[in-house]
């Protein structure tokens, strides 16, 4: 499943060139013609065989490290100079970003040991709004240009408190603030509405999530508690 530049696609290897795109017939879907590297594909598979050798260490230990060498080495190519990672399903540098700082994490690059990681939450911070949430538009995946919304977004808010925690960064204010907005946001019986689209595919596919609303929240939550402590941040 692993391609020449190391990177992984999502279902199979890249079969073709990039010119194939010439050929596409779609009017509103870009980048379908043939399979590419994706950073959240390439991340996740770095996260899953380093999750995997803490518990098997001695299984085809060569080939895994292999593997994780040639995905590290696209992971890295695949930075842009700001820090950040286009991302190709979800909306967007959030969250790639995110999935990028936690494979880099899985292998000891964090914001203490890693220039890479540091400019990675250099880029977050840089994007976090007045209210200290973080608000991504469906634009970026279009343009290709980091797009604020208007408002803050729950599910991307918690994104990138997922990654600045995966990075280890050491200083906890913008976290509280970013946490701030998603404990006020959550209703009466625990709830989170559903606010903006999350998802995308092929660049101008939008699609909601409904379970995001609840599994980033827990999850951005449950990893401050575990680092931080229980504290009262309303």
């Known amino acids: ?21 010439h050929l596409n017939a779609a009017e509103v879907f870009g980048r379908i013609m043939i399979e590419y590297d994706y950073p959240e594909c390439t991340t996740a598979v770095v996260t899953a065989l380093s999750l995997f050798t803490q518990h098997y260490p001695a299984y085809r230990a060569e080939k895994i490290a292999k593997v994780k060498d040639g995905a590290l080495k696209y992971i890295r190519r695949a930075q842009r100079p700001d820090g950040s990672w286009y991302g190709s399903w979800g909306i967007c540098f959030t969250y790639a970003g995110m999935f990028a700082l936690e494979s880099l994490a899985s292998v000891g690059e964090t914001y203490s040991t890693s220039e890479r990681v540091r400019r990675a939450c250099e880029f977050f911070l840089s994007k976090q709004m007045t209210d200290g949430g973080w608000g991504e538009s469906y634009r970026s995946c279009e343009t290709g240009v980091y797009t604020h919304r208007e408002e803050s977004q729950v599910v991307q808010t918690c994104w990138a408190c997922i990654g600045l925690m995966e990075a280890e960064f050491p200083d906890r204010e913008p976290l509280e603030k970013a946490l701030r907005v998603v404990m006020a946001r959550q209703g009466s019986m625990g709830q989170w509405e559903q606010e903006a689209i999350e998802g995308v595919f092929n660049k101008s596919c939008m699609i909601s999530y409904p379970n995001y609303k609840f599994i980033f929240p827990i999850k951005a939550l449950g990893m401050f508690a575990k680092r931080f402590g229980n504290l009262d941040l309303l």
């Open 1 to 21: 499943m692993q391609n020449r530049s190391g990177g992984f696609a999502s279902y199979e290897p890249t079969r073709g060139s990039e010119y194939m795109e």
